[in-house]
């Protein structure tokens, strides 16, 4: 089991940034292709970022692509999302996700994950 734990959300103004982290439980936290997804009120849940178990490969939706960055530090189970330029657009319920450890492959659809957090709200609003 893995349990994943979001924070940093919260209210900005577009232009503004954030960063969300995600903790992960759990000693392979290494071994899990990892990734960000985001709800917003009425639509369904859509794909944001992935990032390969080292860190060495990562994926973008192409509405955040050149804005956001998604990154994790394995020695301390934590995945990040900087968030810069943000727009109204980008208002949502932002959720961690995390794959079994047998897949190595990046994942862009959400019914490739096993595991999920939370969520954290991010609205962007002037």
């Known amino acids: 089991q893995v349990r994943l734990v979001e924070s940093g959300g919260g209210l900005v103004q577009p232009g503004d940034s954030l960063r969300l982290s995600c903790a992960a439980s759990?000693?392979?936290?290494?071994?899990?292709?990892m990734g960000w997804f985001r709800q917003a009120p009425g639509k369904e849940r859509e794909f944001v970022a992935t990032?390969?178990?080292?860190?060495?490969?990562?994926e973008y939706a192409d509405s955040v692509k050149g804005r956001f960055t998604i990154s994790r530090d394995n020695a301390k189970n934590t995945m990040y999302l900087q968030m810069n330029s943000l727009k109204p657009e980008d208002t949502a319920v932002y959720y961690c996700?995390?794959?079994?450890?047998?897949?190595?492959?990046?994942?862009?659809?959400?019914?490739?994950?096993?595991?999920w957090g939370q969520g954290t709200q991010v609205t962007v609003s002037s």
């Open positions: 996700a995390a794959r079994e450890t047998v897949f190595f492959t990046l994942g862009l659809t959400s019914r490739l994950y096993a595991y």
């Open positions: 990032i390969s178990r080292g860190g060495g490969s990562t």
């Open positions: 759990g000693r392979d936290f290494g071994s899990r292709i």
